[in-house]
């Protein structure tokens, strides 16, 4: 069976939910134009190099960092466990398995964990996070989108069988995914979960690891739609890629954009509760035109092809040569 379940009842250490991404990019000012100007996200500090952003509910100090580079590229996907103890667990346990672990000093963040998946992608967990003001009621503060928070973070991988037999090993459960018609069935696609939502995670086959997009939540797809309009007639016409409109996978409202690096950033609302233990995962095929967009859309070829790099780390191939349906 491709899909696997986490295979102990009790995972090796307690992730609660996907956290931040820090990216770089070129242009700071710019960055800031379009992702606070436009996007509505909050800033919670900013330096000469640095920006932290966060979404409107959230309390945590930051869920998008901005970094000064000379090129583009992703940094780490970050990761919120349950305690100082599940730290030192997941320090343990990727040790255990062979893979780098050092605690490099975040700032705005206690103790990081900072070590590499089963293909080289940077993860790092931490359990506190300095703590700011809630802005979800002040109203008169909200702008653009209204992203409330970040939901989760999609990856390029050159093998989805391998990255979700990993994550499951460390307590991932899978809500939906894609795999191919032959005789013996490939994954290419999964979403899985640690918070209780469709997906704190997802991989997706490709050139990899590279990440594809950051998800932010909206409270509806109003708000996307009013992005929409905004985005349309403030010169970010070309920033819009893909939608706005409503995946297969995961029932959700979506809008793709690309920062003015081309990281991509997905506007997602209305997805759906997966706690009870008992959820069947739900199969997907890659020749149904409903999986990507409910109402038959395809996607335009650069969402299969277009990620960004994690710094340092080397792209593969992926195995697997299915193709998805493309937009022509
Ligand atoms: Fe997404």
Same mark, same amino acid.
Request: glycine share 8%.
């Given at each position: 069976m491709p899909i696997r379940r986490p295979p102990h009842p009790e995972p090796p250490f307690r992730i609660v939910?996907?956290?931040?991404?820090e990216l770089g990019v070129r242009d700071l000012a710019a960055a800031r134009a379009f992702?606070?100007?436009?996007?509505?996200?909050?800033? #919670?500090n900013e330096t000469a190099d640095t920006l932290h952003l966060r979404g409107l509910e959230?309390?945590?100090?930051?869920?998008?960092?901005?970094?000064?580079a000379r090129e583009p590229h992703a940094a780490a996907i970050g990761f919120k466990v349950a305690s100082e103890e599940d730290l030192d667990r997941a320090a343990f346990w990727f040790g255990r398995n062979n893979l780098p672990t #050092?605690?490099?000093?975040?700032?705005?963040?206690?103790?990081?964990?900072?070590?590499?998946?089963?293909?080289?992608?940077?993860?790092?967990?931490?359990?506190?996070?300095e703590q700011v003001e809630r802005m979800l009621q002040r109203y008169a503060a909200h702008r653009g989108g209204r992203i409330q928070r970040i939901d989760h973070v999609n990856c390029f991988t050159p093998d989805v069988q391998a990255?979700?037999?990993?994550?499951?090993?460390?307590?991932?459960?899978?809500?939906?995914?894609?795999?191919?018609?032959?005789?013996?069935?490939?994954?290419?696609?999964?979403?899985?979960?640690?918070?209780?939502?469709?997906?704190?995670?997802?991989?997706?086959?490709?050139?990899g690891p590279r990440l594809h997009h950051v998800g932010m939540w909206t409270q509806s797809p109003l708000d996307i739609l009013n992005l929409c309009d905004l985005m349309a007639t403030s010169g970010y016409l070309p920033n819009m890629e893909r939608g706005p409109g409503r995946h297969g996978i995961s029932n959700a409202f979506f809008l793709y954009v690309r920062d003015p690096d081309?990281?991509?950033?997905?506007?997602?609302? #209305?997805?759906?509760?997966t706690v009870d233990p008992d959820l069947e995962p739900i199969r997907w095929s890659?020749?149904?035109?409903?999986?990507?967009?409910?109402?038959?859309?395809p996607a335009p070829?650069?969402?299969f092809e277009e990620g960004s790099t994690f710094a340092g780390v080397p792209v593969r191939e992926p195995a697997l040569g299915a193709q998805p349906i493309v937009a022509r």
């Open positions: 939910r996907v956290s931040h991404v992702y606070v100007d436009c996007l509505g996200l909050l800033v #919670s959230e309390r945590n100090h930051h869920s998008i960092v901005l970094r000064k #050092s605690f490099p000093e975040i700032p705005h963040q206690g103790r990081t964990l900072r070590t590499a998946d089963v293909h080289g992608l940077p993860v790092d967990f931490y359990f506190r996070m990255s979700h037999d990993f994550y499951s090993e460390i307590g991932f459960r899978t809500t939906e995914y894609t795999e191919t018609e032959d005789a013996g069935p490939k994954l290419w696609a999964v979403w899985m979960h640690r918070k209780g939502n469709v997906h704190d995670l997802a991989f997706t086959n490709g050139r081309g990281h991509r950033i997905e506007l997602f609302a #209305s997805d759906y509760l890659l020749k149904d035109p409903q999986r990507q967009t409910l109402w038959g859309h070829k650069s969402w």
